[in-house]
């Protein structure tokens, strides 16, 4: 193997930008050369392709986003665009890759493993919905993003004794709420994994109130139901000057955490080592710390665990 391909594939996330960095300065340490896919598997089937050097990704690591663009081309399910994307490679004698993605990127990486090109995927996405990895690469910093809009929205909602339904990203998958109500000391953190009853929260801000707690904050997944509708169904119960607010896309922007920069540093480092020992086909997680690789078909068959004791830690500690 001498020429390794990068790319990033599906939602940018804070922190692909660091883990392009640490692969392609890896590579470059151990001898290989490196070249940067544009725009995931449309740029790579567009050829879309440039060379990279050290220098290239100077002054990345701070930034969010991701230099290489970002695309969702599911063009890419079929045979015949995935050939293209085949002869891309053949053409600047690309031997290996690292996607940088969610699952559906991981699909066209194993995609291109099972066409002899090895693929290592690492999981880049801030709704940490990936199997077999704890945390993935922007997680840390949605989650933080998610807290310092709460903290802000603490103020008003004290100020007017209100009730603020805060809707956070996380497509299907409630950590950015389970994380950003607990470390933002969420009074309820209504999430896809746990049932939930509108009565109950309403009794609850109720006798919250009646000790005179009266204001709120709930932070709700996106995944259960819009922060509108929730309000409302809330309204249903009593008085409660209820507000909603949805954070939106700006929790995917912004500088990457110290936590996601050294998180995309070593997987991004890991990636070519796997792809230098000969193997593709691999997801790069963290469990309990630890560096490790799944094979990416494991990981279509699996579901990430919601670390679902910070459910019950969120409901414990508050009235
Ligand atoms: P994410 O990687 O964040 O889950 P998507 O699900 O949009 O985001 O997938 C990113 C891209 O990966 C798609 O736009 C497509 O190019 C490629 N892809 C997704 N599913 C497949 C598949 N089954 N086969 C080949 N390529 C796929
Ligand atoms: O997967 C990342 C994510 O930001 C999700 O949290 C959200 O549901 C989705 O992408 C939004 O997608 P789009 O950027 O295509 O609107």
């Known amino acids: 193997m001498k020429r390794i391909g990068i790319m990033t594939s599906g939602g940018d996330a804070p922190g692909m930008n660091a883990a392009v960095r640490a692969v392609a300065r890896k590579a470059i340490t151990e001898g290989l050369e490196v070249f940067g896919i544009n725009y995931g598997f449309a740029g790579l089937v567009a050829g879309d392709i440039f060379k990279m050097e050290a220098a ?122 389970l994380w950003a109500g607990v470390a933002g000391g969420a009074a309820d953190v209504i999430i896809p994994e746990h049932d939930f009853d509108v009565k109950s929260v309403a009794n609850k801000l109720k006798s919250s109130r009646e000790r005179g707690q009266k204001h709120a904050i709930i932070v709700l997944a996106e995944g259960v139901m819009h922060a509108d509708e929730f309000a409302k169904k809330l309204n249903a119960y009593g008085d409660f000057q209820t507000r909603a607010t949805v954070l939106g896309h700006v929790q995917r922007g912004g500088n990457p955490t110290a936590k996601d920069r050294v998180l995309a540093s070593k997987m991004g480092a890991y990636a070519v080592e796997l792809l230098m020992a000969g193997k593709g086909g691999l997801a790069v997680g963290i469990q309990n710390n630890q560096l490790v690789n799944h094979p990416m078909l494991d990981l279509f068959n699996a579901k990430h665990e919601t670390e679902l004791s910070l459910y019950k830690l969120a409901e414990d500690l508050s009235y």
Request: proline share 2%; net charge negative.
């Open 56 to 177: 290239t990704v100077s002054d990345v690591i701070s930034r969010g986003g991701t230099m290489l663009y970002s695309a969702r081309y599911p063009e890419f399910e079929q045979e015949a665009t995935q050939l293209k994307g085949i002869e891309q490679l053949n053409k600047f004698g690309i031997d290996a890759l690292v996607v940088i993605g969610g699952d559906g990127s991981y699909h066209g990486a194993l995609k291109l493993t099972e066409h002899g090109y090895n693929a290592v995927g690492l999981p880049g996405t801030i709704d940490n919905d990936i199997p077999y990895t704890d945390f993935t690469i922007g997680f840390d910093t949605a989650v933080n993003t998610a807290l310092d809009a709460i903290d802000k929205l603490r103020d008003t909602a004290a100020s007017h004794e209100r009730t603020f339904v805060v809707e956070v990203m996380g497509r299907g998958a409630g950590d950015i709420a």
